[in-house]
């Protein structure tokens, strides 16, 4: 199956600094990559739907000046999450989508391993 | 818009039982359906989906689906529980036009005891 990777898988910083997520699909071109938040022991909320070259299309109450995301190739997506505090600490998951007609037909998306950001 | 509801918080299941994990959904038309399996601290590995055909789905690791629509319901099943089974479980489901997001449930957390 289609292998999508995130890095890094895990990261602690200080409160007010960046920090930038990435999500690869290895083996395909993810024409498509979805960003989930996962709070503790809750279910994935979706973020934003980010399209290759375009902008990325944010769910209602998430800050887009707070998470930046970049969809800049069909291998590489990118969240960054801005001036951080503590509340931002969570369990980031990344999933992805295959150009229509190769993967996409299955209607199956691809999830990376996740990312736990720990804010100080 | 597209909700689903896990009743289940927690599950127990002495290993070798059977197993029935709840799912219903809301949807106006015959949505995709998908289950997913998450281990702590891990990404969301895909058990198996339904979307059209045979309402009854065969997914890996011995877990099978049924889709009943007057129920609007999506149950995952296992004859037979092995303790590496203890994981989050998640059902979720997508609209039928274009396939965008997923909406997915709370989660159920099945516990394996000897």
């Known amino acids: 199956g289609a292998v999508v990777s995130q890095h890094p898988s895990w990261v602690i910083c200080k409160s007010g600094t960046s920090v930038k997520i990435e999500c690869r699909s290895l083996?395909?071109?993810?024409?498509?990559m979805f960003w989930y938040r996962q709070f503790p022991k809750q279910s994935l909320m979706l973020m934003a739907t980010?399209?290759?070259?375009?902008?990325?299309?944010?769910e209602q109450g998430v800050e887009k000046d707070k998470f930046l995301i970049n969809h800049a190739s069909l291998t590489l997506s990118t969240l960054t999450v801005t001036s951080a505090h503590p509340e931002d600490s969570s369990f980031y998951i990344c999933?992805?989508?295959?150009?229509?007609?190769?993967?996409?037909?299955?209607?199956?998306?691809?999830f990376g391993e996740g990312s736990r950001l720990t804010v100080l | 818009a597209q909700s689903v509801t896990q009743p289940d918080i927690h599950i127990t299941v002495s290993e070798g039982a059977s197993l029935e994990l709840r799912c219903n959904y809301s949807?106006?038309?015959?949505?995709?359906l998908f289950w997913y399996v998450q281990s702590p601290g891990q990404g969301l590995q895909l058990l198996l989906k339904?979307?059209?055909?045979?309402?009854l789905v065969q997914g890996i690791k011995g877990f099978e689906a049924e889709f009943k629509r007057s129920q609007s319901s999506f149950n995952l099943r296992k004859p037979s529980v092995h303790w590496s089974d203890a994981a989050e479980y998640f059902c979720?489901?997508?609209?039928?036009?274009?396939?965008?997001?997923?909406?997915f449930g709370t989660g159920t957390r099945l516990l394996v005891s000897p």
């Open positions: 339904y979307f059209s055909g045979d309402t």
């Open positions: 083996d395909f071109q993810a024409t498509t």
């Open positions: 949807y106006g038309a015959t949505p995709y």
């Open positions: 999933s992805a989508r295959g150009r229509l007609g190769v993967i996409a037909n299955t209607g199956e998306l691809f």
């Open positions: 979720a489901v997508a609209g039928n036009t274009g396939f965008q997001k997923l909406v």
């Open positions: 980010s399209n290759e070259g375009s902008k990325a299309t944010y």
